[in-house]
């Protein structure tokens, strides 16, 4: 192994060449290769139709190619099913059958767009409000749910997914995501990650310490924000003052981007793009999603406390399922014959979901000791005696009783 | 087992104690292996284990280049390259957060923390998954990560460079938690440590850093010829010195200080017995349970705070199990209560030999 160069000229050309050589495929300034387009990305208009191309938001070095049809209909699908898993969920938790359910409704599109722009090798790193994603990334929906049925604190193998149990602690899941990437990267795979977070969580120490690592080790890493402009009852004023979201990555030396949150063709050629970028060894990338919490944050909210009933009507117009349906309806891609076909699907993930969190499954209480180490510790063997003798003696009473 | 006095920081070791060493030592010179420090076993079982595996990754703050502030990963860039042994951005979740994703994707990290307080803001990423990791995952998911702290008082460090924090580790379900207290033990336990498929925090003693043992590195280097050999440290206490009278029990830094006290001790006319933990998760309870059943006594030493401390579970344990052989209250000589004082005022606050010879006195002998 050769000496690395010492000093700290060496070391700043390699910086510099680096973003050079990004900028330069573009044929932009690093500058402009670095900063987010002045707007958001956005291909479809409220109503579905496509917005002419000087109105997309887009600029010299952010250009995006309109995706093909038929793949669009693929993510429409995952689109209407995610909305199905959002109410089934919601619902199933005023049912009593769930502990808790943070709902994505309205943030179907960003969903979506996650778990699609990415390949079967690459991973994935959800928050807690990130099941439709984890489920379109092809995870078992009861497997999902586990988390949120309250039978254990994940109920899947990431490793055998390539998904990250859903993340509560805020943005710690962003430097799995950046771990994730520069394991691959020391071995010479491809792999990229999607990393995601929301608006709120990007004032958290690991959100800086994330996509700080991830650039100055030059690592395949999108950190995917899903700006719904509360964190709770916050509002992203109180959480920055940045220009936006997507402006933070420059100070990293990364390149951010915006785009709406609820057009969904627009998410997939972005972060298409993105994956791209840093499956080439461009990474890694911040991109922001526009989008808009419909409901409250969890079912143990009251959002009357602290936005209006007119703000969330105003969302309910950019809707990204009918935004979608409307387009895909005018290109005929989607006939009524396609449109019963998903439906039908969607029927199938509720009672598949409606099966799942109505089956009770008893909890192992001796499980509590068998995963805190590889091998138990002998203290830990004395606790699940002592508990197994307690339910030992538990149940001949009940016995008794019951005789 | 020697184990040296370099330990004497707090200057509490008697002249004769002292004297009575040194010409140990001299006698032992001619026949012995060449004496290596504590900082050598360390970096040379990093070495050994880059050597052995390519899942190992060593980073931290100044490791590279500059071989650690302590130089325990001395020569490793340059001997293994960059990608084995590398600098990070200053930010120790950072460090502790990209160990757990490279874990995750087939790595075994070993990270650094530069000093034992700075290691404060990883602690999110190792309470709330470094340690949770495999039980949130049903066991999909293991963590073979390793954290070395350079750790404890005694070298006359500033404030935040001497905590002794090792109860946080110890009282968060998942974590083992490993203190060597020979020079030996630093290379066989950080070779363990290293082959964990459990993340370990690694106490190292900074005070030890420069102490020196005799015995044949390359020999124990020898046992790893061929995978990990079977006799293991982790969960098992040594008796670091056999006595009949009382038992002080101690790990990490705090052995040097006990066993200096039991040959202070000892020229008193009192047989005092040494256990060395080695590990504080997993903990070995019954050597040291069958230690204080033969002594009937014990003092638990660290330099922790006491107060719901590793000392005071100890205390419980040996209190639990040892109740009817005990002739007196079980005591401790542990850190007060107060944050690690300034340099000049370390030596009122570790446990000095002083200090634990006139604990032994309180254990109730006259009855
Ligand atoms: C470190 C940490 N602090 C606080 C919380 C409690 N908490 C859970 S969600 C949340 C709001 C996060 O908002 P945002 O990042 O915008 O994501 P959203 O919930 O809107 O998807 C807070 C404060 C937490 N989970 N983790
Ligand atoms: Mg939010």
């Known amino acids: 192994m050769g000496t690395p160069p010492i000093g700290a000229e060496a070391r700043e050309e390699e910086r510099a060449a680096y973003l050079d050589e990004t900028a330069r495929k573009f044929g932009i300034s690093v500058e402009d290769y670095l900063l987010p387009t002045d707007g958001s990305i956005r291909i479809l208009d409220e109503t579905g139709a496509i917005r002419p191309v000087a109105e997309q938001g887009t600029a010299p070095g952010h250009e995006y190619p309109l995706p093909e049809g038929d793949d669009l209909l693929a993510a429409y699908e995952a689109l209407v099913v995610g909305r199905r898993v959002n109410d089934q969920n919601s619902a199933l938790v005023r049912q009593g059958r769930m502990a808790v359910y943070p709902s994505s409704h309205g943030q179907e599109a960003c969903q979506v767009a996650a778990a699609l722009c990415l390949g079967e090798d690459d991973w994935m790193f959800p928050t807690y409000r990130d099941s439709v994603a984890v489920m379109t990334k092809g995870i078992d929906p009861v497997e999902t749910m586990t988390l949120f049925r309250g039978d254990w604190h994940g109920g899947y193998d990431p490793k055998k997914y390539k998904v990250g149990i859903q993340s509560t602690p805020l943005t710690t899941q962003l430097l799995h995501g950046v771990g994730v990437a520069h394991a691959a990267k020391l071995r010479g795979e491809d792999t990229v990650v999607l990393a995601m977070c929301g608006d709120g969580a990007t004032s958290e120490g690991d959100f800086h310490e994330a996509l700080n690592f991830a650039a100055v080790f030059k690592l395949p890493v999108i950190f995917f924000v899903q700006n719904n402009q509360y964190a709770i009852s916050v509002p992203l004023a109180h959480q920055t003052a940045a220009p936006s979201l997507a402006h933070k990555a420059v100070g990293y030396g990364m390149a951010g981007e915006r785009v709406d949150g609820n057009d969904l063709v627009a998410l997939l050629a972005v972060l298409r793009r993105a994956v791209r970028l840093a499956r080439d060894g461009h990474g890694p990338l911040l991109v922001e999603a526009h989008t808009y919490r419909m409901q409250a944050h969890t079912n143990a909210d009251d959002a009357t406390r602290y936005r209006q009933d007119a703000e969330v009507q105003e969302w309910m117009a950019k809707d990204p399922v009918t935004r979608m349906r409307a387009y895909l309806q005018s290109e005929s891609v989607l006939d009524d014959a396609a449109e019963a076909r998903i439906s039908e699907a969607a029927e199938a993930m509720a009672t598949r979901l409606r099966d799942g969190m109505n089956e009770d499954v008893a909890p192992d209480p001796e499980d509590l000791f068998r995963f805190v180490f590889t091998e138990p510790t002998t203290q830990l063997n004395e606790q699940r005696a002592r508990l197994v003798d307690e339910l030992a003696r538990d149940a001949a009473t009940d016995t008794e009783a019951t005789r | ?367």
Request: glycine fraction near 8%; hydrophobic fraction near 45%; charge should be negative.
């Open chain 2, 1 to 367: 087992m020697t184990v040296t006095t370099s330990s004497d920081a707090n200057g509490n070791v008697s002249a004769a104690t002292a004297r009575a060493t040194e010409r140990a030592a001299e006698n032992a010179e001619a026949s012995q292996p060449q004496p290596v420090t504590f900082a050598k076993a360390l970096n040379t079982a990093l070495a050994d284990a880059l050597e052995a595996s390519d899942d190992v990754v060593l980073f931290g703050e100044d490791i590279g280049t500059l071989g650690g502030v302590f130089r325990i990963t001395d020569g490793l860039t340059d001997r293994f390259g960059e990608h084995r042994c590398f600098d990070t951005p200053l930010a120790e979740s950072g460090i502790a957060g990209m160990a757990a994703g490279m874990a995750m994707n087939g790595m075994r990290p070993v990270v650094e923390m530069q000093f034992d307080a700075f290691a404060y803001p990883a602690l999110e990423q190792i309470f709330s998954h470094i340690a949770k990791m495999h039980n949130r995952t049903r066991g999909a998911l293991k963590m073979p990560i390793v954290i070395r702290i350079p750790y404890a008082g005694g070298i006359g460090g500033v404030e935040h460079h001497c905590d002794s924090s090792e109860s946080y580790y110890a009282h968060t379900p998942g974590l083992k938690v490993y203190a060597p207290a020979t020079v030996a033990d630093a290379y066989r336990m950080l070779r363990e440590a290293i082959d964990s498929d459990d993340p370990v925090v690694f106490f190292e003693p900074k005070k030890l850093y420069w102490s020196k043992d005799r015995f044949d590195l390359d020999a124990l280097r020898a046992e790893y010829d061929g995978g990990a050999p079977a006799s293991r440290s982790e969960g098992k206490a040594v008796i670091a010195r056999e006595g009949t009278d009382a038992t002080l029990v101690a790990y990490g830094p705090s052995v040097s200080t006990a066993m200096a006290a039991a040959e202070a001790a000892a020229e008193e006319g009192r047989s005092i017995e040494v256990v060395d933990l080695r590990t504080i998760v997993p903990l070995d309870d019954a050597t040291v349970a069958a230690s204080v059943r033969k002594t009937g006594r014990a003092v638990v030493v660290a330099e922790t705070p006491g107060f719901a401390s590793v000392a005071s579970e100890l205390v419980a344990r040996i209190q639990e199990r040892c109740f009817h052989s005990l002739a007196a209250p079980v005591l401790r000589v542990t850190g007060f209560d107060v944050p690690f004082p300034a340099p000049k005022l370390e030596e009122f606050f570790l446990p000095s030999v002083d200090r634990i010879l006139d604990t032994v006195d309180e254990l109730q002998w006259e009855a």
